[in-house]
């Protein structure tokens, strides 16, 4: 636990609350605890901190933006993937709590399942010290990187709008796959007239292929391709 205090730079004065946070309900269910021992409230809570101030800093930041571009923003920000981005920054699954049997499924790599901790670890950062550690957090690890993040979010809109002009069409191929049937990693490719440009990979084909097209745009940024 020190060491995950030191990682983000926070100590707790309740440290019962970081270790609630990180505690799992396939713990509470191997032990037969109480339901609410579990970080899913937390987790609740954390969830409309984030959304809280993930939506003033939008406001803030750009003031030209109106509410429909703000959502969208926002979503990319906080959607289940940024979210597990910003808990493997620091290393969050290698401290949770959990059965030995959703350990032994790979839960500490589980997007859903990080994702989940690190928004009930804001809402512990929030009741043990108040707004600004939590917001600290945040802004560490979830609004850090924006237009990389973003354009992440919607990078096969982004390289379709991109190469539309020319009458091409992006399409994907699964080029491979690895690791156990509960915790695969895919890998796809970018394919554009019959040629395969960028490849990417993640926990789930979708993913896959959002970050194959994200390395096709960048590719086409720097000018080291041409399409």
Do not use: W
């Not at 109480?34 to 101030?53: A, T, Y």
């Not at 993930?54 to 571009?69: I, K, W």
């Not at 350990?103 to 994702?115: N, W, Y």
């Amino acid at each position: 636990m020190k060491k995950l205090e030191e990682t983000i730079g926070y100590s707790f004065k309740d440290p019962t609350l970081l270790e609630h946070a990180l505690r799992h309900s396939s713990y509470i269910n191997e032990h037969s605890l109480k339901k609410e021992d579990c970080n899913e409230r937390l987790e609740f809570l954390g969830d409309s901190i984030l959304e809280f101030v993930s939506s003033e800093y939008l406001f803030s930041t750009y003031p030209d933006r109106m509410e429909g571009d703000m959502s969208k923003l926002r979503a990319a920000l906080v959607c289940e993937n940024g979210l597990a981005q910003a808990a493997r920054a620091i290393d969050l699954g290698s401290y949770m709590i959990m059965g030995k049997g959703m350990d032994a499924e790979g839960g500490r790599e589980k997007e859903s399942i990080i994702s989940d901790a690190f928004e009930a670890l804001i809402a512990a950062l929030y009741l043990d010290g108040g707004l600004a550690p939590a917001k600290k957090l945040i802004y560490d690890y979830v609004l850090n990187d924006i237009e990389a993040k973003i354009l992440f979010y919607d990078a096969k809109t982004t390289l379709q709008e991109m190469i539309q002009s020319d009458k091409k069409t992006a399409s994907y191929e699964l080029i491979g796959e690895s690791g156990p049937e509960h915790m695969k990693t895919f890998e796809a490719a970018v394919v554009i007239d019959g040629k395969r440009f960028g490849t990417g990979k993640g926990r789930s084909k979708k993913q896959a292929e959002q970050a194959a097209a994200y390395e096709t745009i960048m590719m086409i940024r720097n000018h080291t391709v041409c399409i």
